[in-house]
């Protein structure tokens, strides 16, 4: 139980790391209602960016951004190839995964980089309060973006593309610009984990679509996603819970840690079933009140408007 | 104001399922004009709409709105000139969005989206004010879910959106159709103030015949992708249901087949 409690800061720590990546998730499946797997491959690329520009002498914080830039390209690409070359956007986020796969281990020149004794923005200063405070400054620099007549654009975009169309917005911009974000969060988070695990691999994107769909679905299951300010909230406090769960999980005895991401699938299956069949039984038995109501109550009459 | 010249439309054209939507259109509305346009099913009506709005593109003939040539022009682009409301009450708006967001996307219609914020506390006082023209209350609502409303609000609503940036055409899909009669009596007679306070030139699509002749300095009837009728206002004063019903038949030779036809 002690060694658990000693194993908490680190599982925050990792839950903030994984929260932008959530973040950006959050933009294409959320807000633009478009599943993208392009974040498997620019995970990678942003702790691949970081980890070589930093080995070549370039200031940690300059590495980071430069992370964060080649997540964006990464997302136009992918917003360009589904709107303008009119792929399928389940299919054009797949091109580009695999597309990255060979790109980043350009980017690397090898599998792996480590930065081993070289400074990274962690080493002068506790990784947890630069973490809190990077999550911080993003959600909300994210949430004033959310705001913006650009960012309503963008929110109709997802919500009703016809509406937003007839009143002027290009609709195939605001999708490749979200799907652009989206991806320069998610490779800003990948530039911040290599920095933190000292390390980059060609393999450390691999599921992290997942990881960012269980934190999405946890916070909202959790939290509630009213306004745009609690939704990304709960987006980040779901990262956060997804990493104590996985931290639990491991010390459950009989599990493996290779057993990790079948744990994760399923965390994300139980997520997305329950409040389905919540929100059918709650139908059923309003249904079924109200037309007990009708019937015993024959002038009233049903439903309103 | 809006000036269509020679415009036709053919779907799937060279094949056996081909069918002339429209054949050679020619209409030309006057600042302040407000047509009601009337027609059997499959007479091209909703066709001509697309073909304004771009949805759609004319195979041949011209689009001309306030002296700007815009046959060519995509959708998105034509929003500065034109508002437009839809048949479903679902689609004028965003629902998981609040009123305000709503209103201050439609207050950017055809200009640039920047990052400056959306609703601001002044655009916030006239949001309010705009919406208390409607008298159904919103206007205590403005932070609501769109997608809480009823399907009268949000017709209502995706009305104040389409007009009150003056537009310089709107176009009206049948926009009373999907509602009780209650509330579209409701639409039309907001419909009906707000164009004439704003002077719009205004073009709708309707079902009912009453509703048609009732509203509007001006009446085109369609059949089978041409103009069949244009009345105009001294004599759609004194036009009746019957009348119109009657003028069909000689015209076109065939009773006036519509399934949601409502005579009023």
């Given at each position: 139980m002690l060694s658990l409690l000693k194993s908490m800061p680190g599982a925050i720590e990792l839950g903030l790391i994984y929260a932008l990546m959530a973040l950006g998730v959050y933009i294409t499946?959320?807000?633009?209602d478009f599943p993208d797997l392009t974040v498997e491959g620019s995970f990678t690329t942003g702790g691949g960016i970081a980890m070589i520009l930093i080995t070549n002498g370039a200031s940690p914080w300059v590495a980071t951004i430069a992370a964060f830039g080649g997540g964006a390209v990464a997302g136009a690409v992918t917003g360009l190839l589904h709107?303008?070359?009119?792929?399928?956007g389940l299919l054009s986020g797949i091109i580009m995964m695999i597309a990255l796969y060979s790109i980043n281990l350009r980017i690397m020149g090898k599998p792996n980089v480590s930065v081993y004794g070289i400074d990274t923005i962690f080493t002068t200063s506790n990784v947890l309060v630069v973490v809190v405070i990077v999550v911080i400054v993003t959600k909300l620099l994210l949430d004033l973006f959310l705001h913006t007549d650009l960012g309503l654009s963008l929110r109709a975009t997802g919500d009703n593309e016809r509406m937003i169309r007839s009143f002027g917005s290009n609709t195939e911009t605001t999708k490749i610009i979200g799907i652009s974000l989206s991806n320069a969060l998610v490779a800003l988070s990948g530039g911040l984990f290599a920095q933190q695990s000292t390390a980059a691999d060609i393999?450390?994107?691999?599921g992290v679509i997942v990881v960012g769909l269980a934190s999405v679905i946890i916070g909202e299951a959790i939290?509630?996603?009213?306004k745009v300010f609690w939704a990304t909230l709960a987006v980040v406090l779901g990262s956060i819970v997804y990493r104590i769960i996985i931290t639990i999980a491991y010390r459950?005895?009989?599990?493996?840690?290779?057993?990790l991401k079948l744990i994760t699938a399923v965390i994300v299956i139980v997520a997305l079933v329950v409040p389905t069949i919540q929100k059918s039984l709650k139908q059923k038995k309003l249904a079924r009140k109200r037309s007990a109501e009708l019937l015993t109550d024959p002038v009233q009459r049903g439903g309103g408007q | 104001m809006l000036n269509i010249s020679k415009v036709s439309k053919l779907f799937n054209?060279?094949?056996?399922?081909?069918?002339?939507?429209?054949?050679?259109i020619n209409l030309h509305l006057k600042p302040g004009d407000f047509v009601t346009v009337i027609g059997s099913n499959g007479a091209g009506k909703s066709t001509l709409m697309n073909i304004i709005s771009g949805v759609m593109r004319p195979d041949a003939g011209n689009v001309e709105i306030a002296g700007d040539?815009?046959?060519?022009?995509p959708e998105y682009k034509r929003s500065k000139w034109i508002g437009r409301v839809f048949q479903?009450?679902?689609?004028?708006?965003?629902?998981?969005?609040?009123i305000e967001e709503n209103l201050a996307m439609a207050y950017k219609r055809g200009k640039p989206r920047t990052?400056?914020?959306?609703?601001?506390p002044a655009k916030r006082a006239f949001f309010k004010e705009q919406l208390?023209?409607?008298?159904?209350?919103?206007e205590n609502r403005?932070?609501?879910?769109?997608?809480?409303?009823s399907g009268g609000e949000r017709q209502a609503l995706s009305l104040l959106m389409a007009t009150y940036t003056k537009p310089q055409i709107l176009l009206l899909d049948?926009?009373?159709?999907?509602?009780d009669p209650a509330r579209a009596e409701l639409i039309t007679a907001l419909t009906d103030s707000l164009v004439h306070e704003m002077k719009l030139t205004t073009l709708m699509v309707t079902h009912n015949m009453e509703q048609a002749i009732r509203l509007g300095n001006r009446l085109i009837m369609m059949d089978k992708g041409r103009i069949i009728l244009d009345v105009n206002e001294q004599r759609k004063k004194e036009l009746t249901v019957a009348q119109l019903l009657n003028e069909f038949e000689q015209i076109s030779g065939k009773k006036l087949a519509d399934d949601r036809i409502v005579l009023g």
């Open positions: 499946y959320r807000i633009l709107t303008k070359g009119k792929i399928n393999s450390m994107g691999i939290f509630g996603a009213r459950v005895e009989w599990l493996k840690a290779s057993d | 054209p060279g094949t056996v399922d081909e069918k002339t939507a429209l054949i050679g040539k815009i046959t060519l022009l479903d009450p679902m689609a004028g708006t965003a629902p998981r969005m609040t990052l400056l914020l959306g609703v601001t208390s023209r409607l008298g159904i209350g919103l403005l932070g609501a879910k769109v997608g809480l409303l049948e926009h009373t159709a999907a509602l």
